[in-house]
């Protein structure tokens, strides 16, 4: 499929870029899990239970049955970062169960985050193997029910959660990541909500601190949250690219065109190879061929020695609705 500048930066945006549902779902879970999390503690400080007192046995049972269920349908990734996460929770107390709780509503926001980052990556090779622009748009469009059918963490993980893979083309150290940051997220948060519970008269802002580690309250960097975006538009974005360089491979195309999105976030690299033609033998992804970096929005065309507005495939509306 020969896209020009404004169609490949189209299905880009589309893809990973500003206009992306995927990032807007990752966001609505995040913002989910965080009202789980600041609701359990305020259940905890508003029955004013004890922090050390014995729990209530049949709370404790269905607490068990509960996890017991979500470790069965996880992958096998899924299931060593639940007995991570819990390696050192017992559950003899109250404190303990609202650990406990807290610590399964962001273990279950993390597998959902790897089950959207597999759904997301999956068809892109539709999208670039798709014959013309018109069929390639057609394919996101279709593909959208991704953020209808997931509108929160409970409707994503109703999905077979042992079923979560990356596209072949995106790092396969993508899910080793999100564990990580699902350890560090857990200890901030797990150390916020004990101190709220332990201190419920005291001035603590905990709320505020909760929402500034997972969906970074009123800071710019928008937390963890911030960092799964910039996740999914990375997956995403290198399942595209690298499916493309694939597919110049496999179609003898000699050169390609570098397109930056030059978006207000633009670094400066990024801006400075836009419009620049490489060979595609000599393609290097982090030299000239994207993704530069993280979160890097660029995307690349075909180009052709004879190349030209009139010698690509051109749904004629579709240039005009660009405009």
Same mark, same amino acid.
């Given at each position: &499929? ?7 930066? =189209? ?17 609505? &879970? ?9 609701? *359990?503690? $305020? ?5 004013? %239970?004890?922090?050390?007192? %014995?729990?209530?046995? /049949? ?9 017991? *269920? ?5 992958? =096998? ?5 639940? %007995? ?10 109250? #404190? /303990? &169960? ?12 993390? &597998? ?5 980052? #597999? ?18 748009? $057609?394919?996101?469009? $279709? ?16 999905? =077979? ?29 797990? !150390? ?23 969906? #970074? ?6 937390g963890q949250m911030g960092r799964a975006a910039g996740m999914i ?23 390609? %065109? ?10 400066? /690299? ?8 490489? $060979?595609?033998?000599?393609? !290097? !992804? ?19 020695? /004879?190349?030209?507005?009139?010698? =690509? ?5 579709? !240039?005009?609705?660009?405009?």
């Amino acid at each position: &499929m020969k896209l020009t500048k404004s169609q490949a930066i =189209s299905i880009a945006q589309k893809i990973y870029g500003k206009q992306d549902e995927r990032v807007k779902e990752i966001e609505s &879970m995040y913002r989910d899990t965080q009202s789980k999390v600041i609701s *359990d503690v $305020n259940a905890f400080i508003g029955a004013n %239970k004890s922090w050390s007192a %014995k729990a209530n046995p /049949d709370e404790i049972a269905d607490f068990l049955n509960n996890l017991k *269920d979500t470790f069965y349908n996880a992958s =096998s990734d899924d299931q060593n970062l639940i %007995k991570m996460a819990f390696g050192d929770n017992k559950l003899k107390s109250n #404190g /303990d &169960m609202l650990m406990a709780k807290v610590t399964q509503d962001i273990v279950r926001q993390s &597998m959902a985050q790897k089950i959207h980052l #597999g759904v997301a990556t999956e068809n892109i090779p539709n999208v670039v193997n798709a014959p013309t622009y018109a069929q390639a748009k $057609n394919v996101i469009k $279709n593909h959208q029910h991704i953020a209808e059918q997931s509108k929160n963490v409970d409707a994503i993980l109703y999905k =077979s959660t042992k079923n979560a893979v990356l596209d072949s083309h995106v790092d396969s150290g993508m899910f080793s990541s999100v564990n990580k940051q699902t350890m560090q997220t857990l200890r901030k948060v797990r !150390e916020v909500a004990e101190k709220a519970a332990k201190s419920p008269k005291d001035s603590l802002n905990w709320t505020k601190d909760i929402k500034d580690i997972l969906t #970074g309250g009123d800071n710019s960097s928008n937390g963890q949250m911030g960092r799964a975006a910039g996740m999914i538009r990375t997956a995403t974005a290198q399942a595209m690219n690298r499916t493309r360089l694939q597919d110049f491979i496999s179609t003898n195309v000699k050169k390609y %065109k570098y397109i930056s999105l030059e978006s207000p976030t633009t670094c400066a /690299d990024c801006s400075d190879l836009d419009g620049n033609i490489y $060979n595609v033998d000599d393609a !290097e !992804e982090g030299v000239n061929f994207p993704l530069m970096h993280p979160n890097c929005q660029c995307t690349v065309i075909e180009v052709n020695d /004879d190349d030209d507005w009139d010698t =690509s495939d051109h749904d004629v509306a579709d !240039e005009l609705n660009d405009l």
